[in-house]
C-alpha cells in the first residue's frame, strides 16, 4: 500500500504565494522521481513541475521562474513553492511518484488525491 497526501491549497490573490506540500509513506523501497500535475475546469492534465532523486527538474515553461520545487529524499516528501500566482494557474494539483514498492521488481506511478489552488481577486 502507498499513499500520497498533499497539503497546502487555497484560495489565493493574484500575485500571492502558496505552498504545496506532498509526503509518499508505505511500502516504498526506491523513489525515482516525485512531481506535481496540474488539471484546470475543461483542460487535460499537464505536468507542473518534477525532480529526480539524482536531482534534475523539470518545469511547464509558464511556470518557470516562479514555482520552486524541492523534494527531501530522506523524507519521501516533495514541496511545490509557487509566487507570483496568476488567475490561469487556478487548478486542482496532484502529486505524483515514480516509484517501486518493496518485493516488487518495476516502477509504476502513483498519485495523490488533488488539492485545489484558486488565485482570484
Known amino acids: 500500500q502507498v499513499q500520497l497526501v498533499e497539503s497546502g491549497g487555497g484560495l489565493v490573490q493574484p500575485g500571492g504565494s502558496l505552498r504545496l506540500s506532498c509526503a509518499a509513506s508505505g511500502s516504498i523501497s526506491t523513489i525515482n522521481s516525485m512531481g506535481w500535475y496540474r488539471q484546470a475546469p475543461g483542460k487535460s492534465r499537464e505536468l507542473v513541475a518534477k525532480?529526480?532523486?539524482?536531482?534534475?527538474?523539470t518545469y511547464l515553461d509558464s511556470v518557470l521562474g516562479r514555482f520552486t520545487i524541492s523534494r527531501d529524499n530522506a523524507k519521501n516528501t516533495v514541496a511545490l513553492q509557487m509566487i507570483s500566482l496568476k488567475p490561469e494557474d487556478t487548478a486542482v494539483y496532484f502529486c505524483?511518484?515514480?516509484?517501486?514498492?518493496?518485493?516488487?521488481?518495476?516502477?509504476?506511478?502513483?498519485w495523490g488525491q488533488g488539492t485545489q489552488v484558486t488565485v482570484s481577486s
Open positions: 505524483t511518484a515514480n516509484l517501486r514498492k518493496i518485493g516488487e521488481w518495476k516502477n509504476q506511478d502513483y
Open positions: 525532480v529526480f532523486s539524482s536531482g534534475p527538474t
